[in-house]
């Protein structure tokens, strides 16, 4: 019963792949060469073999030209070969495609690896050149690609989208901190936001601290950037760290610094990047001019577009009526982040793109349409 439940779930989720365990010659193996993952630790797993055996046996597909290709355990693989092993068990699917040796690669590595940022992003790429190119050949995916990458990977949807972000925008010499866990995402992330010389400019300022020792220092100088720093400690902490570094040497305190510059706009606000306040008071100037909204939701679950007839805005709750309905509903703004609460021009709202001047994003997947002036059109996943 268990045989056939298992396979009926694998039909169900379109990866009906038959496979039978086999022991090959060692020489008969070879990487993949989709496997983008960095092949660390291989003398510790060596020797956790040597002492506890194989765990888990190696997953191959079998070639055109008579070799095995790896899908699951290049490290165990090297690691073998590194104690002189000449056969190795196997596990070998049959009928796996392309698309799918690559899929089970990306999936076998999230589960059974602590992988690194970068690698993470990586990850997300191929996905969506995979889920794309499964869609283009007429299969019927169940949900947003978004979300089938974050189940691949163990990630939510929100975690895809600031890898995405931090992929894209950071600077290399930051993508680096990250992955040695020398700045969070979600610093990495508020970082991704500057220009590239601003970037540089904060990687300046930070290469040389000790992450461990210096987690308030570079804590103190990422929310200066996210938001305007108001407390007198974390000023004086700035002003202990950058501006007075060389105080009795007259020739320095002439030379102040591109980045000591870029610190002092930090401290007088003067960054262009819009504090949480002032958008706030643009969402309220803006429903100051209309009596009624539209609320778009388009989160994992539902699709929805619902008309407000009466609404109020607090500092961090949106407070309304829906039309026919006699409850009070409540909206939190939960991330005071500038690219999750701010003015957009386009609301993406299931398969249509909204493009209007006066629409402001609540949350990532929460927006307020206001008034009539907008225009619609479909757009491609």
């Known amino acids: 019963m268990s045989s056939y439940l298992k396979g009926l779930a694998n039909k169900i989720n379109g990866v009906e792949n038959k496979s039978f365990t086999k022991e090959l010659d060692i020489n008969s193996l070879v990487p993949s060469q989709n496997n983008f993952y960095g092949i660390r630790e291989i003398e510790e797993l060596a020797e956790s073999i040597n002492e506890n055996g194989l765990m888990h046996n190696l997953v191959v597909r079998k070639k055109d030209d008579g070799t095995y290709e790896i899908i699951s355990g290049e490290r165990r693989y090297r690691a073998l070969k590194s104690l002189g092993y000449e056969k190795i068990p196997c596990q070998v699917k049959e009928n796996l495609s392309d698309l799918d040796a690559e899929l089970m690669l990306i999936q076998a ?8 940022p970068s690698e993470k992003m990586e990850g997300i790429k191929r996905l969506e050149v995979i889920y794309k190119q499964k869609r283009n050949n007429g299969e019927k995916l169940q949900g947003k690609t978004r979300d089938l990458i974050g189940k691949d990977l163990g990630l939510s949807g929100v975690q895809v989208g600031r890898y995405k972000k931090v992929d894209k925008d950071l600077i290399p010499e930051l993508k680096e901190k990250l992955d040695k866990e020398e700045i969070t995402l979600t610093q990495a992330h508020t970082l991704s936001s500057l220009t590239k010389d601003e970037q540089e400019i904060i990687h300046e300022e930070i290469k040389d601290l000790n992450a461990k020792e210096s987690k308030e220092e570079i804590e103190t100088l990422v929310n200066g950037i996210k938001q305007p720093i108001e407390s007198n ?14 105080a009795n040497d007259k020739e320095e305190e002439k030379k102040q610094s591109l980045s000591e510059k870029y610190l002092t706009k930090v401290k007088k606000n003067e960054i262009n990047i819009e504090s ?6 643009c969402l309220k100037e803006l429903a100051s001019g209309y009596s009624k909204a539209q609320l778009l939701i388009d989160d994992f679950q539902h699709t929805v577009r619902l008309n407000i007839k009466e609404f109020s805005i607090n500092y961090r709750t949106l407070e309304f009526y829906l039309e026919g309905q006699p409850n009070i509903c409540k909206v939190y703004f939960q991330d005071s982040d500038p690219n999750q609460f701010r003015r957009v021009n386009e609301i993406y709202y299931g398969k249509v793109k909204i493009k209007t001047s006066v629409a402001f994003k609540i949350t990532f997947d929460t927006y307020l349409l206001f008034g009539n002036d907008y225009s619609e059109g479909g757009y491609a996943q």
């Open 276 to 281: 949480f306040e002032s958008r706030l008071d």
């Open 109 to 116: 590595n999230a589960e059974q690896r602590e992988l690194t």
């Open 233 to 246: 400690l974390d000023k004086e902490l700035l002003d202990e760290m950058y501006l007075n570094k060389n």
